[in-house]
């Protein structure tokens, strides 16, 4: 892992597109991350692009006149801008990190101020407003997995289930994880329509019906850059050169569902309804400032076993990354008043890193291809205020949580908009934001 800052993480370089200027702004000139959008007007097709300010710099139209790479570019950058002609960010993802790093300082180069007049001429020709757009999802996900690296999220989840034994031995040796499903992931904005199921209380007959227990999960994903062969594993040391950025994932779950299905096998219908992304994925270069050591194990908590503990990853493989959730529910909406803060926590809390995960992962050989989605498990922290879905933040409905308007929340009610959002900030360099990724609950269908 190199600490790779380079002049693209200057905090002092501005952007000749105003609003990227703006402080507070999630996408200055030292993010650019990568999404896939559709211009609203009738016929238009999705398109590559990254976020500079409130606008799209359209990447597709800059290179289909060359503006992108020319003739004379190196050829790691060719290949970054062909594979921008694309309604996916699949054949970006897979040529893995130097040509995404040859893009993001051929993108820096042409938005900073003081760009050449030609280059900012060409660029100002692609550039969208990005409220003129739809967000789709950046890439074709062919495998999604959901793991479960919060330690506290885990150990609060577990002591409502077994008060006296809330954490599983194999905990502090695995990454714990599932198969989720790829086909249900959706866009951000996508309303998410209550799910039905089977449900049983106490001793009673099992029910199909509505979930009465819908919640969110406050999670990060990251997206697979190269793949590693069938059979073929991924060192620890070489993990970060897999992994192509990351993005916001909303897990929700039924959890009336899940606490009657999953045993013995795990999660399945109470998870698989929907999963929302947020449209930005904000690559690992643009992270590099960001990252920060691992979370420290307390005394007597084992090592990883070996192919899981790599020197850099203890030192750098860990990122201090805000993570928060919200809730706008149909009153507050009218009443005009603002969302709800339920919850913020650091990713520097979660107990394995986004590393420690893919090497897992792929360590029985399994392939993991460009595209493939990773997310991180609900994020909680130890402090009550940061805990990431509402199982935990009422303890399974017990202590409800009161709006602003006095409605309260054991889980979410129909209307709900959940609403997470996610930044970086440190001394010395420019926040980045992750945008944010939405949804509202539809009611269920009828039966
Ligand atoms: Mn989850």
Redesign the pocket.
């Known amino acids: 892992m190199k600490p790779a800052l380079d002049r693209t993480h200057d905090s002092k370089v501005q952007s000749w597109v105003e609003s990227a200027n703006v402080a507070g702004s999630d996408f200055p000139i030292q993010n650019l991350p990568f999404g896939v959008f559709r211009r609203r007007d009738a016929g238009a097709e999705p398109r590559v692009g990254v976020a500079i300010g409130d606008r799209i710099l359209d990447l597709a139209g800059l290179r289909s006149e060359g503006l992108l790479a020319g003739d004379r570019a190196a050829a790691g950058l060719r290949l970054a801008a062909d594979a921008c002609a694309s309604n996916a960010l699949n054949a970006l993802m897979a040529l893995g990190t130097a040509p995404r790093r040859a893009l993001r300082e051929r993108l820096h180069a042409m938005l900073r101020h003081d760009a050449p007049a030609s280059d900012r001429q060409a660029a100002s020709r692609y550039l969208v407003a990005q409220a003129d757009v739809d967000m789709l999802l950046p890439a074709a996900v062919g495998d999604y997995t959901?793991?479960?690296a919060s330690i506290f999220h885990a150990t609060n989840v577990g002591r409502l289930f077994r008060p006296d034994n809330p954490l599983l031995p194999n905990y502090k040796f695995i990454p714990i994880g599932y198969h989720?499903r790829a086909s249900s992931l959706v866009a951000t904005g996508t309303p998410v329509r209550r799910p039905s199921g089977q449900t049983r209380e106490g001793d009673a007959e099992p029910n199909f019906g509505p979930t009465r227990a819908l919640d969110y999960?406050l999670?990060l994903g990251f997206f697979v850059s190269a793949e590693n062969r069938l059979g073929e594993t991924i060192p620890i040391g070489e993990a970060e050169e897999h992994i192509f950025g990351i993005c916001l994932?909303n897990?929700w779950?039924a959890r009336d569902l899940q606490a009657w299905e999953y045993q013995p096998l795990g999660?399945f219908l109470a998870?698989s309804f929907a999963t929302s992304l947020s449209p930005w994925v904000v690559t690992m270069e643009a992270l590099a400032p960001f990252r920060a050591p691992a979370f420290a194990r307390a005394a007597g908590d084992p090592a990883p076993l070996p192919y899981l503990f790599g020197q850099s990853d203890r030192e750098r493989g860990g990122l201090d990354l805000w993570l928060e959730v919200s809730l706008l529910s149909v009153r507050m909406r009218e009443a005009g008043i603002a969302p709800a803060v339920l919850g913020r926590s650091n990713f520097r809390d979660m107990y394995w890193t986004m590393q420690q995960m893919l090497t897992h992962h792929a360590s029985n050989g399994c392939n993991l291809r460009a595209g493939d989605l990773l997310?991180s498990?609900?994020a909680s922290g130890a402090d009550k205020t940061a805990r990431g879905c509402l199982l935990e933040l009422t303890a399974r409905g017990q202590n409800p949580v009161t709006l602003p308007t006095g409605e309260q929340r054991k889980f979410l009610e129909d209307g709900d908009e959940i609403i997470l959002q996610g930044f970086c900030e440190r001394d010395g360099f420019r926040r980045i934001g992750l945008g944010s990724c939405r949804g509202t609950i539809l009611p269920a269908s009828p039966a």
């Open positions: 959901d793991f479960y989720g999960e999670e994932v897990d779950s999660p998870k997310a498990g609900t």
